[in-house]
C-alpha cells in the first residue's frame, strides 16, 4: 500500500510547493518510488518548481475524468528515475477534483507500485485544498514563524482532524508533522521571530524539521531544480534530514543557531 | 534616545507579543470561535440581577474569556454608578 503524504498550511506563500519538491524528490534519491500530485488546480507551479512544465501534456483532471491515462499524464523527474510529476489543470474549474475520481487516481497509483504519494495543497480551506487532504495518512504541515501562519497552520489541523478520511472513519489519525520554513536564528536570538520551540508550543505537533531563510531556494526556483539539488546549501541538508526522520532516523536539528561572527570576520565580511 | 538606539542597534522584541497573542486566538479559536455560546444569555442575566440592587446600563457590565496557560478565565467587569452624597 502507497503512504499518501498532503503537504499543506491553511495560508499561502509558506513554503508548500517548495517543500512538496524537495521531500518528494528526497524520498525518491533514497531509492522510493514516489510521485508527487499538484492539487492546485488553477494555479499550478509544481511543474516550475520541478522543472517540467514544458513537458506538460495531460494533467489530473484529465486522468479524473478518463480523458487520459495516468502512463500517458506522468511526467518523469529529471533527477531521479523513481520520480514522477502528476500536474494540476491550469484551465478546469476546481470543482472537476470529484472525491470518487481523487481516491480512484490514488488507488490506482498504489497499484502502479508507488511507495508515496506526495499530495501538494493549494492554500487556503476550500475544495482543493480538502480534497488533497482527505485520503492522507500523514500531514506535512509547513509553518513560517509568523503569527499568520501559525493561526492559519492551526486552522488547517482542525480540518485534518474533522473531514479526512481517517478521521471521518474513526480509524488511527492522520500522522501530523510540523515543517518550519524560513526560519532566520539570528532573529530568533534577537528576540524578533518565534522560535520553533514557541511555534511547537502553540500548535502542538511534533516537529519534522526547521528550513532556513536562504537565497538558495529562489536560486532553485529560477532554474526549476528543486532545492534539495542546490549542493552544499544548508536548505539541501535541511530538507535531506526531513526526509530522514519521516523515513524514521533520529537525526539532530541543524541551522537553529545564530553564531556571532567574530571580529576578523565582521572585518573580512562582505563581497 | 535615537542616538543610543543607533548605537547599540537595539529593535524591539517582539516575538513574546507574537506568541501571547497566539495563545489566545488559537486557545479561543480551538473553543469553537467565539467561546462558549452562554456568554450572551450570561451577560442578560447578571444585568437583570445587579439592576435589582444597583442602577446600571448594559454598557457597564463588561464579560471576557481568556485563557493564561491551562487555566480559562471568565473576567466579569461591573462598573457601579458613583453614588451622590445625601440622595
Request: hydrophobic content about 40%; proline content about 4%.
Amino acid at each position: 500500500m502507497a503512504r499518501i503524504i498532503v503537504v499543506t498550511s491553511g495560508k499561502g506563500g509558506v513554503g508548500k510547493t517548495t517543500s512538496s519538491a524537495s521531500f518528494a524528490s528526497g524520498l525518491a534519491m533514497r531509492g522510493h518510488k514516489t510521485v508527487v500530485i499538484d492539487f492546485d488546480v488553477g494555479l499550478r507551479n509544481l511543474d516550475l518548481i520541478m522543472g517540467c512544465e514544458r513537458r506538460v501534456v495531460y494533467d489530473l483532471i484529465n486522468v479524473i475524468n478518463n480523458e487520459a491515462g495516468l502512463n500517458q499524464t506522468l511526467i518523469k523527474d529529471k533527477h531521479c528515475d523513481n520520480l514522477f510529476v502528476l500536474p494540476a489543470s491550469q484551465t478546469r474549474d476546481k470543482d472537476a477534483l470529484s472525491e470518487e475520481g481523487v481516491e480512484r487516481v490514488l488507488t490506482e497509483l498504489g497499484k502502479m507500485g508507488f511507495e508515496y504519494i506526495v499530495c501538494d495543497s493549494p492554500a487556503g480551506i476550500e475544495h482543493g485544498a480538502v480534497m488533497a487532504l482527505t485520503f492522507a495518512d500523514e500531514a506535512i504541515i509547513v509553518t513560517n514563524p509568523e503569527v499568520s501562519s501559525v493561526r492559519d497552520s492551526d486552522r488547517i489541523l482542525g480540518i485534518i482532524q474533522a473531514k479526512s478520511r481517517r478521521a471521518q472513519n474513526g480509524g488511527e489519525p492522520v500522522k501530523e508533522h510540523l515543517l518550519v520554513t524560513r526560519y532566520v536564528p539570528k532573529r530568533v536570538d534577537a528576540g524578533e521571530m518565534l522560535s520553533y520551540t514557541d511555534v511547537q508550543e502553540i500548535l502542538r505537533i511534533p516537529l519534522i524539521g526547521i528550513i532556513p531563510e536562504s537565497e538558495s531556494v529562489l536560486h532553485a526556483s529560477n532554474q526549476g531544480n528543486p532545492a534539495i539539488h542546490i549542493e552544499g546549501s544548508d536548505v539541501s541538508y535541511a530538507y535531506q534530514d526531513v526526509v530522514g526522520r519521516f523515513l524514521g532516523e533520529d537525526l539532530p536539528l541543524r541551522f537553529t543557531h545564530y553564531e556571532k561572527p567574530g571580529l576578523l570576520q565582521r572585518i573580512f565580511r562582505g563581497k | 534616545m535615537a542616538l543610543l538606539s543607533f548605537l547599540f542597534n537595539s529593535k524591539p522584541k517582539t516575538a513574546i507579543a507574537a506568541k501571547e497573542r497566539l495563545q489566545v486566538i488559537i486557545a479561543r479559536e480551538r473553543n469553537g470561535f467565539d467561546g462558549p455560546d452562554f456568554l450572551p444569555a450570561l451577560h442578560k442575566e447578571l444585568i437583570a440581577v445587579i439592576s435589582k440592587y444597583a442602577k446600571v446600563n448594559a454598557d457597564d457590565i463588561k464579560i471576557s474569556l481568556d485563557r493564561q496557560g491551562n487555566l480559562e478565565v471568565l473576567d466579569v467587569n461591573v462598573v457601579l454608578p458613583d453614588v451622590v452624597p445625601g440622595s
